[in-house]
């Protein structure tokens, strides 16, 4: 167990339709990151906050968005989507942003767009 | 700009052999690296890192990795692998000045009995 909780493990829902995926990071750990994990695309990095900043920004589409509350917990929003969001989405966390800061990852949330 | 490569989409070995999974980066100045282990339907766990040091890392359940300057190589072995090391395998790279990992496509090891 990595400390990191994700919610939530699966999820089916419809094209156009949006979802909020919810993240508690380790205790400790200001940095929380969002990937998503599909056959085609491998592992991709979406978003990164620290201490409630975004911090980074990687290959996260206009439909999505995400924050970092005053509690460090992140939420990851997903809107009017599409079969191609069909994927595992992880959070992860990490003590700070240091390049040599062990990043951890939660479960994953299974998002199945039908 | 950082990257990894993983030339291997599969690797087969019996057990108690060793194994050895290949990885190759790229990256400004001096390179961070991570290994990680994906088990079917379950998240990514982490297994060893280098920073800086002994070229030899050790890390959980009996691995570790070697690092190659000169190669750019991060090669994460075990001397004597077991039917459960069956996984996923991620390497990871982060320079120094990248907020975050950049992951290889990832290498499926399979250990047969």
């Known amino acids: 167990d990595s400390g990191v909780t994700q919610t939530p493990k699966h999820l089916i829902t419809a094209t156009g339709q949006r979802v909020t995926l919810r993240c508690s990071p380790r205790?400790?750990?200001?940095?929380v990151y969002w990937y998503q994990q599909s056959l085609d695309q491998g592992l991709q990095f979406l978003i990164q906050y620290y201490n409630g900043e975004e911090r980074a920004k990687g290959n996260i589409l206009e439909r999505f968005s995400a924050q970092q509350f005053p509690d460090l917990h992140s939420e990851l929003n997903l809107s009017s989507l599409e079969l191609g969001d069909s994927a595992l989405y992880f959070c992860a966390s990490s003590v700070g942003t240091l390049a040599g800061n062990t990043i951890y990852f939660g479960e994953g949330s299974w998002l199945t767009v039908v | 700009a950082q990257s990894v490569a993983q030339p291997e989409d599969q690797v087969n070995v019996a057990e108690g052999n060793p194994l050895t999974v290949k990885c190759t980066y790229s990256v400004s100045g001096n390179p961070y690296l991570f290994w990680y282990v994906q088990y079917p339907n379950r998240g990514l766990q982490f297994l060893l890192k280098y920073i800086t040091g002994d070229n030899l890392v050790k890390g959980s359940y009996g691995f570790e990795a070697e690092f190659n300057k000169s190669q750019t190589s991060f090669h994460l072995k075990k001397p004597s692998a077991l039917v459960s090391d069956s996984a996923l395998y991620f390497c990871?790279?982060?320079?120094?000045?990248?907020?975050?990992?950049?992951f290889g496509k990832g290498t499926m090891l399979l250990v047969s009995p």
């Open positions: 205790s400790g750990d200001l940095s």
């Open positions: 990871a790279v982060r320079g120094r000045g990248y907020s975050t990992l950049t």
